[in-house]
């Protein structure tokens, strides 16, 4: 059976991410620096120093070296040395790179090195991921996951300063493999969060989750989803939709339609054999459920996705 972090990879697979690895940030004296909302994700690790982040509406949290930070859709926030520095816009800063690097400040006296990127997804089935994810994952230096994304950004951090032949493929996938390793510790963390990250750490609800996953393509039932998670029905439906949002079996169809999405964008199989793959006995059977979803057939959601067709 697939583990919850199958099910975060399965999910982040989806959404087909496009990876983008930005310059390191170099910085010394007293500096601030203000990025736009996002509605994606931006992720970063504090290779040296530490600095204060300041995300719109909230609290500031101070990142210190060895610190990573995962933000989900996030609003206006700054990065800064001190809490009292102005800011100025990160783009112009970010304009003025060099050789995969950011200064501000003398070289010579540098003490802080960010390195990140961010993600943006493509799809219909973007927001699906996006509406479930925290604001801000924060994994300390000490955190037990903490050696693990070390040994990444190392990476990461190598890869940037090296730039060579084939960096931004190893990039891309070291990005994206932080992105997992970061939701996991998210999930792990004694607060549990809410919705479905959260429920994935749920003894029984995860389990029933895990399944569905697992074989999406069998005729479950309630019962049956009730008896992995070690719970009676009305139990196991009464707490799956208050942790994940939607009754289970509407979810399971809502995760089939995001699969077809998917399948029928790339063109990799045809409609009937698309429909017994997701667990629909008949192609007609498969579009209806198909339209009630997304007020579109599959035939019609294939053409729109590949109009050169």
Known sequence: ????????????????????????????????????????????????????????????VLLEEGDFY?????????????????PRHAKSVWESAKDGAVRIGSEAEEDTYLCGGHFSFEGTNAHGLIDVLPLLVHVRAADPRGKLLAHLSELMVAEVEAAAVGSSLVLEHL????????????ADQAERPTGWLGALSDDGIGAALRAMHADV??????????????????????SFKKQVGTAPLDYLIQWRISLARDAL???????????????????SAFSTAF???????????????????
């Open 1 to 60: 059976m697939l583990d919850s972090s199958d099910l975060i990879a399965d999910a982040i697979g989806l959404l087909r991410p496009r990876t983008v690895v930005g310059p390191g940030l170099h910085a010394s004296g007293v500096w601030a620096l203000r990025f736009d909302q996002f509605p994606h994700v931006k992720l970063g690790v504090v290779a040296r120093g530490e600095c204060w982040l300041v995300l719109e509406g909230h609290a500031p």
């Open 175 to 186: 990005a994206q493999i932080l992105f997992v390793h970061m939701l996991r510790a998210h």
């Open 70 to 86: 995962l933000l989900g859709n996030p609003p206006p926030y700054v990065l800064a040395s001190e809490l009292s520095a102005i």
């Open 265 to 283: 964008s790339r063109g990799t199989r045809s409609i009937s054999e698309l429909a017994f793959a997701i667990g629909y006995k008949s192609e």
């Open 291 to 309: 339209r009630r979803v997304t007020g579109f057939s599959p035939r019609q959601f294939r053409q729109a996705s590949n109009p050169a067709e």
């Open 217 to 238: 393509a069998r005729s479950w039932t309630l019962k049956e989803l009730a008896d992995i998670s070690c719970m009676s029905r009305s139990s196991f439906a009464s």
